[in-house]
Nanobody, 122 residues
Framework: VQLQASGGGLVQAGGSLRLACVVSGRAFRAYALGWFRQAPGKERELVSG???????YYAASVKDRFTISRDNAKSTVYLQMNSLKAEDTAVYYC?????????????????WGQGTQVTVSS
C-alpha cells in the first residue's frame, strides 16, 4: 500500500489549506483514514479521522476549523483546514487502518504517508 500526501505549504494565520492523500494498493473504501501531525519537539497527535462509513473524529484543537472527507471513487482523503493558526504548524501525515478506533489509538497503524509540511505564519 502507498499513501501519497500533498497540499501543504506556507499560509498566513487565518488562511486555509486543503491536504489530500491518495491511497493505492488497497481497497480504499474498506479502510478508515486519519490525519496526524507532528510539530518540532512535540509528539505526534491525531488531528482527525474518518471511518469506512463516513463517521468522523476531530481533536478538540481543530474542531469547527478542520473538515475531513473521503472520495472513494478517487481513493483520496482530504483535510480542509480553515482559520489556520500558528500552532497548526507541523508536518501532517495521513494514515490508514481497518478501523477508526485503531486510528484514534494511534498505535499499530497499518500504513502511513510520507508527510507534508504546513507552516502558518503569524
Amino acid at each position: 500500500v502507498q499513501l501519497q500526501a500533498s497540499g501543504g505549504g506556507l499560509v498566513q494565520a487565518g488562511g486555509s489549506l486543503r491536504l489530500a492523500c491518495v491511497v493505492s494498493g488497497r481497497a480504499f473504501r474498506a479502510y478508515a483514514l486519519g490525519w496526524f501531525r507532528q510539530a518540532p519537539g512535540k509528539e505526534r497527535e491525531l488531528v482527525s479521522g474518518i471511518s469506512r462509513n463516513g463517521s468522523t473524529y476531530y481533536a478538540a484543537s481543530v474542531k469547527d476549523r478542520f473538515t475531513i472527507s473521503r472520495d472513494n471513487a478517487k481513493s483520496t482523503v482530504y483535510l480542509q483546514m480553515n482559520s489556520l493558526k500558528a500552532e497548526d504548524t507541523a508536518v501532517y501525515y495521513c494514515a490508514l487502518d481497518e478501523t477508526l478506533a485503531t486510528i484514534r489509538r494511534g498505535r499499530a497503524i497499518d500504513a502511513w504517508g510520507q508527510g507534508t509540511q504546513v507552516t502558518v505564519s503569524s
